[in-house]
């Protein structure tokens, strides 16, 4: 029964309750607008990080080097598509 | 086909070590289409017309409900590859069942709380804010629906064939996407729900 329960992933997934719990706490703590979203730039990341290296396996074969080299990429896609949307359609106006 | 012994069965062939690196590769198209939503949301969350804003429209007990049953059956499938690996089936199917019980319970509750925005007077035509909300959330909610279906026939097909090096991959394949519904789900509950609600 223990081996069905690897360590490693229960504390991963106590870990990830704990950085929802801390999310959450930015709507029950009166937080400043930039202090709440720096808490919730931190809390997500740190939980998708958790969710690719712990339950994914990021790492684990032989690919690890290309496995990494797209998710990033794809990060920076990402976050060029929105804070260039942002720049383009808000920021670039006030 | 040439099976390597050492490595756990779903990456046993060449085949399938390079079917996982391509499904990858999918997740990062999923990446940047995820983002689009994202940006248009972020560009459209003030404009709310005449109906709600996100303050007024979300409520933390449904928030909650549905970010515990979608961790819960992230680490659900995650000890399911864990059972799959020590070559246990049941256990497998089991955790496999229980991650799909999960997976429907945030639907469930997903689909209550649209259903509640709507007789509130919240619909996808209502605003720009609205728009963009329903259609950043539904494409996450079939996702997961699909989700659904997917993993119900890998549990049909693993009963049926037991552990081969196609069937555990296909399953390993199916946990990655389901690991990644979640991460998005936890930019969604972030950027969406508690900034909206800050």
């Known amino acids: 029964m223990k081996e069905l329960f690897p360590r490693g992933q229960v504390m991963g997934f106590a870990f990830s309750l704990v950085l929802t719990l801390v999310a959450l706490s930015v709507i029950v703590f009166d937080l400043s607008l930039k202090m709440g979203v720096i808490v919730l730039l931190v809390t997500a990341f740190m939980q998708a990080a958790l969710q690719l290296v712990m339950f994914m396996h990021a790492g684990e074969s032989e690919d690890k080097a290309s496995i990494y080299t797209n998710v990033y990429y794809g990060l920076f896609v990402a976050l060029v598509t929105i804070f260039g949307t942002m720049l383009t359609m808000i920021w670039g106006y006030q | ?198």
């Open chain 2, 1 to 198: 086909m040439k099976i390597d012994s050492s490595l756990p069965l779903e990456y046993s062939t060449e085949e399938n070590r390079l079917k996982i690196f391509g499904f990858w590769i999918f997740l990062g198209a999923e990446i940047a289409l995820f983002a689009t939503l994202f940006a248009t949301y972020f560009v459209l969350v003030e404009g709310t017309g005449n109906g709600p804003s996100g303050e007024e429209l979300f409520k933390v007990p449904t928030l909650m409900l549905q970010t515990i049953f979608l961790l819960t059956s992230s680490f659900t499938i995650g000890l399911g590859i864990n059972a799959m690996r020590l070559g246990k089936q049941k256990a497998m199917l089991s955790f496999f069942v229980i991650t799909l019980i999960l997976g429907l319970g945030f639907l469930g509750v997903e689909i209550y709380e649209f259903v509640e925005y709507v007789h509130e007077g919240a619909t996808i035509q209502t605003s720009a804010f609205l728009s963009s909300l329903f259609t950043l959330l539904g494409t996450h909610g079939a996702h997961v629906t699909l989700g659904l279906f997917w993993g119900t026939f890998i549990i049909l097909q693993t009963k049926k064939r037991g552990f081969t090096p196609e069937t555990t991959n296909k399953a390993f394949i199916f946990s990655l996407y389901w690991h990644f519904l979640d991460v998005v789900w936890i930019f969604i509950f972030s950027f969406v729900y508690l900034k909206g609600m800050m």
